[in-house]
């Protein structure tokens, strides 16, 4: 019976960068959006729950709002849904990296962080997405 040889950490750890460094994808329904791994790191920071990483995270929000200035309308919204998704979380990604006295409020810290980039990538919202947001609002009613 033979068994295949366990790979090295350095093997490990060459595969865990690469995965990082990937740049991660969100399919709508028309198009597949990828978001660069700096824009990702920032997203992640985000969502960290310890509130001593606070002024990176505020810093973070600032740094996605000038990312979505730049970026596509597609972009743009992919990035909003993704702050949207952390706001919803039940339960963060880095809850387990952190200690109990960290995650008895750490869930309010990624909340607030997420809204705060929120309103930084908001206002890269074209106008006509805007206006055509609220003419469906209007005909719901």
């Not at 750890?13 to 399919?27: A, E, F, H, L, V």
């Not at 700096?38 to 810093?59: E, N």
């Not at 979380?89 to 309010?108: A, H, V, Y």
């Not at 607030?112 to 469906?136: H, N, V, W």
Request: glycine letters at 4%; hydrophobic letters at 25%; a positive charge.
């Amino acid at each position: 019976m033979k068994t295949e040889p366990k790979p090295s950490n350095d093997v490990k750890k060459r595969n865990k960068q690469q995965q990082q460094q990937q740049p991660s994808t969100t399919t709508t329904s028309s198009e597949e959006v990828q978001q660069k791994p700096h824009t990702l790191r920032l997203l992640r920071l985000i969502q960290s729950t310890s509130p001593s990483t606070s002024t990176h995270s505020q810093s973070a929000c600032l740094l996605l709002g000038q990312i979505a200035q730049k970026s596509s309308s597609t972009i743009v919204w992919d990035l909003l849904g993704r702050c949207v998704s952390t706001l919803y979380s039940t339960s963060s990604q880095n809850d387990n990296n952190n200690n109990k006295k960290d995650n008895s409020s750490g869930g309010w810290y990624s909340r607030l962080y997420a809204a705060q980039a929120m309103e930084c990538i908001g206002k890269a919202i074209p106008i006509q997405d805007c206006a055509d947001f609220f003419s469906l609002q209007v005909e719901e009613k």
